[in-house]
């Protein structure tokens, strides 16, 4: 790639498109053939800047690899530029790999979600958000329900409490902890009060709101808005 100064503009090609990364006046035109879908830079407002790139990691390089073009801040997307140079966003093959990522820790959920939740209750939503959270923070769910061979590994416990408006979550470790005991007692609390604690963190830092729960250190991620307290439920 090419930066040049001022209102010249920088050559960006990768396979069949050639998009200008300009000074921060929006897109400039496209020539060559065009990418049916791709990885672009676009500005918050989803106008393409620069591309096509055939990565994300291509499209989020290309800004860093771009010093003196003064541009807001540029996001990679993944879609079809239309002519007036707005984005068209399109799942990419990341995003189909998540989905189905994602699709496979929720299947690890308690039975609980299904005899206490349908799916027309806020916590089916929230359960979700959450346990998207999780996994983007590289933690498993632990498979509360026993439909895989990795029950025993432990992770992530994401139990519905509906009289707190809520999520309870908590840690679980591997079963040589949890039920062997291998470390001892002491070494068994403190590993699950950290790990409790820690992931309490990661949610908070991802602006979900929490609160203590019980004396085992796990935490209710609630839903916003929704009151504190118990209900009859409990």
């Known amino acids: 790639m090419t930066v040049l100064q001022g209102d010249e503009r920088a050559s960006l090609q990768d396979g069949g498109g050639d998009v200008s990364l300009s000074s921060g006046h929006g897109a400039g035109p496209v020539a060559g053939t065009a990418v049916p879908s791709a990885w672009w830079l676009v500005d918050a407002d989803q106008r393409v800047l620069a591309g096509p790139f055939s990565s994300?990691?291509?499209?989020?390089?290309?800004?860093?690899?771009?010093?003196?073009?003064?541009?807001?801040?540029?996001?990679?997307?993944?879609?079809?530029?239309?002519?007036?140079?707005?984005?068209?966003?399109?799942?990419?093959p990341d995003d189909r790999a998540w989905l189905a990522h994602l699709s496979d820790q929720l299947d690890r959920l308690a039975d609980d979600w299904d005899?206490?939740?349908?799916?027309?209750?806020?916590l089916t939503g929230l359960v979700c958000e959450v346990a998207a959270a999780v996994a983007e923070a590289g933690l498993p769910l632990h498979d509360c329900a026993g439909r895989t061979d990795s029950r025993q590994l432990g992770g992530v416990c994401l139990t519905p409490a509906p009289g707190q408006h809520g999520v309870l979550v908590s840690w679980t470790q591997h079963d040589r902890m949890a039920l062997g005991r291998v470390r001892g007692h002491a070494a068994d609390l403190a590993a699950q009060e950290v790990m409790n604690h820690a992931i309490a963190g990661v949610l908070a830092a991802f602006g979900f709101e929490l609160e203590p729960f019980g004396e085992a250190s796990g935490h209710v991620v609630r839903a916003a808005g929704s009151p504190p307290g118990l209900t009859e439920w409990e």
């Open 115 to 122: 005899a206490l939740i349908d799916d027309a209750d806020p």
């Open 56 to 92: 994300r990691l291509d499209a989020a390089l290309a800004e860093l690899s771009s010093p003196g073009v003064e541009v807001a801040p540029l996001y990679p997307a993944h879609g079809i530029r239309r002519e007036d140079g707005m984005l068209v966003s399109r799942f990419s």
